[in-house]
Structure formats: structure tokens, C-alpha cells
């Protein structure tokens, strides 16, 4: 009983008053690390980043766990001083890869170097407060799940599409985490326009769109949404492309509904912009690939590019709690 | 908090002594009902099924709710007749098709006409007894978890290869109910051997591996352990077949690592039978499928054919110890 749902689901009963402390959390990706003081009752739904700013990530090859745990602490002290008013009860810190949340071990990251590294007890010894460590999407789901778009639902999926594709899947109100090796809906196999399996992210990431119409046309693009736009205005190549990512990410949505019972769709990330040129055609294709299933509900993510943030700050506001909402040993 | 597996973890600290009463389990198929009695320390993975016996489902379309529940209290008293040594403290009931665990309700099924049933409160008001009500995989999944092949896994796939095929999924220990959609891994869609999308057991099971092979040579086999010993007697066509669906189950093993973690995956089922003839080319080419993610144990289930049987009774002996071992409102 180790996630942050698990526990989340008690927390009407349990107001969290503000004077509990500000969570400081940090967002670290493969190029910035974002950071901010997220102020306010996040059991009731309301919360603010303050003073939220963007870092380069101090990346140092297989030792990357060792600079960027040095920089949290360096920022740490740098946000305790710039802000005496506020009082950092707790850190949140969200990293990509595979994470092992219960250990607080950041098992494996391809872009970030590290390997097996003890997030949690490094910044938890070097800081004095308790360090909510957890994987970027997974946290940014649990936010959308607990504070955004999915609120008061059970059977969900939150698919972040942007250069990549990464998902948190929650069932029967709890996320699943399988060890940290859960929610890579970005690395399941899909059958690509030619037969052969691919990844998901090839054809459906906003990274995959672009890159695969560079190559069919020979000319580099923006980015995904300069597809879109071909694709509006008639370009016979941007529609098939664009038309072939929404069938491979239905596809891999009809996986989601066949195995968990998937009732809720959130999507985030880049891609999500394109609003109905992505929901509408997506929700038909899903149908058509279903047969006695429940139909899901597509929902646009609605805690924008901070949801890793807030939900590492929910998850760094349950340790403040202790025991009442956080059992098990998350820490 | 309302499946079994979220409980039964804290079944050593409660063990349940034999005095509690035995359990009726009933396993309702399409054709037959198997019956029998439970008995023995369940918490402790000692078991055994007294008096089994296999009776025609009694079906009437749209009411075979109701004959089946009436045939259920009819046999519920001729075993507490021929067993008056036998205290049946509570009855367990397994049905296949979309079932309602929460609620009690068989939510629907094609071979068995009802829809919207409510079997729990029906025969908790008949019987007098706690009633426990599960999906037939389901139950047997959650037997083979905490009593059988997976026994202390905790990233579980049990896939029951049959006529269909059905699965239970666990994650982080609990089994994934998605409100009685989950664990439909014979519906999920999986590339054909000829680039269209079909469903998972339309190749991969018994019934799908003889029918293919029969449409393919213009003959009937009399199933697909049949069609195994041709392809080990080197008939190309029945090597092919049993590649297509070894692929296909591979594929949709693969799904589950990447979506869900799975690292444990236990078959059964009649397929189950061909020992490793279908696991080890399901390893390897689950292995081709995957890249960085964890690669599961393939175990084949311990149970038996009366794993539902064991499920059900096992659910059934955690209502009798209230509030304890069941939190939540299955009853």
C-alpha cells in the first residue's frame, strides 16, 4: 500500500492546514530541472507555484545522481533564503526513467545517466525534511487523478504525449506501479502502417509526427503541430501521417480498456493542443477496434506543464501527515 | 479496497481456524456447474475440495439468473443434508462474463443470458449465509496468487488458455478489477499473421489453434493438442500455427510488461498442457519483443481445474472474518 492514491482518497477527512508548511518540488528533466514552492490545501483542490524557475540539469554521465542532488540542496537553501516567510516542510522530486517510488531508488535513466541511485535517503540525509521522490508522469498523473481532469474517477489513464510518450494508469482507484517498470505505454508495440510492430511513440509522440514527415517529404518540420496545420489545409502526406498516430495511440488505448477496464482517457502533453483534431478522431477509432467494452471518455489534462510539480508536492504533503495519509514505507 | 487480494495479504496475522465453518463453492459455466465443499485453512495454502460434483447449468435466456441461483440454494441444501458433519458457513459463486464483484451483479454475459443480475443479494437472502460473488478467472487468479504458481509475486499475469482465453492481472499485489472490465486479455487486439488486427484468441487459444488449423488443411482435429503433436511430427501447417499463436500470446505478454510491470506469468488452462512447447518459444519471443524492461517468469498454474472453485472459497472464508480480512463492501 505504497502509492500516494492509496492514501489520497482520505484526505477530505483530513484537511491539510496551510501552516503544515510549503513543499519545495522540483521537476528534473533530461535538459531543465524545474522548481517551485507549491503553496495551499492541495486536499481541497487549490495550490500555486510560487517563484517557479527553470534550471539547466547538471548532468555529469554515470555520476548525474550526485550533481543533480547537490543542485536540489544548492536550491534548496537558495529558496529557504529568498523566502524566510515560508516555512519547507517537505521536497518533492520527480525524475524520468524507471523509479522505484517504495525504495526511492532511481533505477535506471537513459538520458540522465544514472543508475540504481537512493534519491530519497541522499536528499532526505543532506536536507532534514522528507523528499517525496517519484517518476515525472506517474506524479504528473496522480496530480491530474487526484486534482485534475480525472478527479473522482477510478479506471483512468493519463498519456502525456510529447517528444515522447509516457502514461500512468490507475485502476480500482490506485495507481499502478509495477515496480516502476509500469505505465511505458510509450515502449508497448503497436503494428505500424507497414505491419511491422513499432513502439507507440514512433508513430504517435509529437516527436515521432514530425520525424516521420521530415523523412516522407525530405524537409524538416517545427514540430507536430506544423503537421497538423499541413494536414488542415490538405497536405495528402500530414493527413495520413497524423491519421496513422491516431490509430496507433487508439490501439494502444483499446490494450488499455481490454486489460484494465480503462473508463477515463486524459491526455496531456504537446499533442493535446490539438484539441478535437486529436479527441474526436481518436475516440471513433478507439470504438470501431472495441466490441462489449465500456467506452472511455477523452479528457484534455487540466493542470498544464506544472501537474509533475503539484503532484510531487501532493505526494511530498502526504509525508507531512505521516501515517494518516501515507501508510507503508514510501520513505 | 474492496478485492480480496488487498486483504489476503494480512491473512498469516489472522489465521483462520478450521472451526469457522467450511465453504460451498460453486463454479458456473457456460455448459456445467462444478460443486463442491472447501475445506481447511486457506490462510495457511492447506485446502481441499470435498464431494465435487458437475451438474448441468440450468439456462433460460434472459432468466437464467434466476434458475441458476434457484438450482444454487437447491444444492447448497442437499450438500448440508449429505454433509450434516459440515457446517457451510459460506457460499462461493464464480460466473464467466462481466461480473460486478463491488456490487454483486452479473453485469453480463453472452453464453449465459443475463444481464444486470443480482446474484449476491439474491443468495445472501436465500441462503442465509455470507455469499462471495467473483468473475471465474478472476477467482481462479486470485487462487493461484495466494495459494498457488504466484505465490509471494506481486506483478502477476495469470492467463487462463482454454476455448477463449481470460486473465487476472495483480499489480503491487492487488488484483485489477476496472469494475468488472479488467483482465479481457482474449479480446485484445492483436496483429494476424496477415497484418489485420483480430483478437488474442482467435490465434492463440485451444479453441483458435484447431480451428486454424482445420480451415487451413480442410480437416477437423479434435483440438489443438492435436494440432502440437502434428507440428512435433514436422506438419508445416501446424508449425505455423502454433508460431502464430505463440506470437500472438507474446504479444500480448509484452503489452502487459510494458503497460503494467508484469513479472510473473502463470498459465493455465488446457493450453497450459503443452508444457514447454508453448514456454519456451513464449520467453523468447516475448524476450525479442522487449527492450529495457524487466523479463517476466513463465510458471505454469499449480491448482488444477479447480482453481475457481478455490478462488471463490477463498473469498467466501474472507467475508467470515468480517471486518478483518475484507474491508469494503463486497457483500
Given at each position: 500500500m505504497n502509492s500516494l492514491t492509496h492514501n489520497s482518497q482520505m484526505m477530505p477527512s483530513v484537511p491539510v492546514s496551510s501552516d503544515a508548511g510549503v513543499v519545495l518540488a522540483f521537476d528534473v528533466g533530461g535538459t531543465d530541472m524545474k522548481v517551485g514552492l507549491v503553496v495551499g490545501d492541495l486536499g481541497v483542490a487549490s495550490h500555486e507555484v510560487l517563484d517557479l524557475q527553470r534550471h539547466r540539469t547538471p548532468l555529469d554521465g554515470a555520476r548525474s545522481g550526485d550533481t543533480v542532488c547537490a543542485r536540489i540542496v544548492e536550491l534548496f537553501h537558495e529558496y529557504a533564503q529568498a523566502h524566510?516567510?515560508?516555512?519547507?516542510?517537505a521536497v518533492g522530486v520527480t525524475v524520468p526513467g524507471i523509479v522505484d517510488e517504495i525504495n526511492g531508488v532511481?533505477?535506471?535513466s537513459a538520458n540522465l545517466?544514472?543508475?540504481?541511485?537512493?534519491f530519497t535517503a541522499t536528499l532526505t540525509a543532506a536536507l532534514g525534511v522528507p523528499v517525496a521522490f517519484g517518476h515525472d508522469v506517474a506524479m504528473a498523473g496522480e496530480a491530474e487523478f487526484n486534482l485534475?481532469?480525472?478527479?473522482?474517477?477510478?479506471?483512468v489513464a493519463v498519456l502525456v504525449i510529447g517528444t515522447g510518450i509516457a502514461g500512468a494508469f490507475f485502476a480500482d482507484g490506485h495507481r499502478i506501479q509495477g515496480a516502476g517498470y509500469a505505465g511505458e505505454v510509450g515502449h508497448a508495440l503497436v503494428p505500424g502502417p507497414d505491419g511491422k510492430l513499432v513502439i507507440l511513440e514512433s508513430l504517435a509522440s509529437a516527436g515521432g509526427i514530425a520525424r516521420r514527415y521530415g523523412e516522407a517529404c525530405g524537409t524538416v518540420v517545427g514540430g507536430a503541430r506544423q503537421v497538423l496545420e499541413r494536414a488542415r489545409a490538405g497536405d495528402v502526406t500530414a493527413v495520413r501521417i497524423w491519421a496513422e498516430a491516431v490509430d496507433a495511440l487508439a490501439f494502444s488505448v483499446a490494450q488499455c480498456v481490454a486489460m484494465?477496464?480503462?473508463?477515463t482517457v486524459v491526455l496531456g502533453g504537446g499533442?493535446?493542443?490539438?484539441g478535437s483534431d486529436l479527441f474526436v478522431p481518436l475516440a471513433r477509432r478507439v470504438d470501431e477496434l472495441l466490441t462489449f467494452q465500456r467506452r472511455p471518455d477523452y479528457v484534455p489534462a487540466?493542470?498544464?506543464?506544472?501537474a509533475g510539480l503539484i503532484g510531487s508536492a501532493l505526494k511530498a504533503r502526504s509525508l507531512l501527515t505521516g501515517g494518516t495519509l501515507l501508510t507503508g514505507g514510501t520513505l
Open positions: 524566510p516567510q515560508q516555512k519547507i516542510a532511481g533505477i535506471y545517466g544514472w543508475q540504481n541511485y537512493p485534475g481532469a480525472a478527479t473522482g474517477k477510478s479506471d484494465l477496464g480503462t473508463n499533442l493535446s493542443m490539438a487540466s493542470l498544464g506543464e506544472n
